[in-house]
């Protein structure tokens, strides 16, 4: 059984800046891509930042310059940090995975979402 864990949501001041923390944990072989999604009421989850095995980055137009993405494969964590939010960045954060266990294929999982809210 594989879980994530997330952590750091919350509440801040419009400008100000939060870090989300995910761990995986549970029948761990290998992590290939690691990332952050988000969704906001009302509409549609959608990619904020991914990681892949290699650390190259993927970011979302609306994030790119103020969040930065990073894992530390040695923890199976993977971190979002966000600078200079925005109240277009209140929505609830999800972390993903593609988890591989005991040698069969890979499996997308996700966590269980972490709220995070900015205030104008």
């Known amino acids: 059984q594989v879980q994530l864990v997330e952590s750091g949501g919350g509440w801040v001041q419009s400008g100000g800046s939060l870090r989300l923390s995910c761990t995986a944990s549970g029948s761990i072989g290998r992590i290939n891509v690691m990332g952050w999604y988000r969704q906001a009421p009302g509409k549609e989850r959608e990619l904020v930042a991914l990681?892949?095995?290699?650390?190259?980055?993927t970011y979302a137009d609306s994030v790119k310059g103020r969040f930065s993405i990073s894992r530390d494969n040695a923890k199976n964590t993977v971190s979002l940090q966000m600078n200079s939010l925005k109240p277009e960045d209140t929505a609830v954060y999800y972390c993903?995975?593609?988890?591989?266990?005991?040698?069969?294929?890979?499996?997308?999982?996700w966590g269980q979402g972490t709220r995070v809210t900015v205030s104008s």
């Open positions: 993903n995975a593609e988890i591989q266990s005991s040698g069969r294929s890979y499996i997308n999982y």
């Open positions: 990681v892949r095995t290699g650390s190259s980055t």
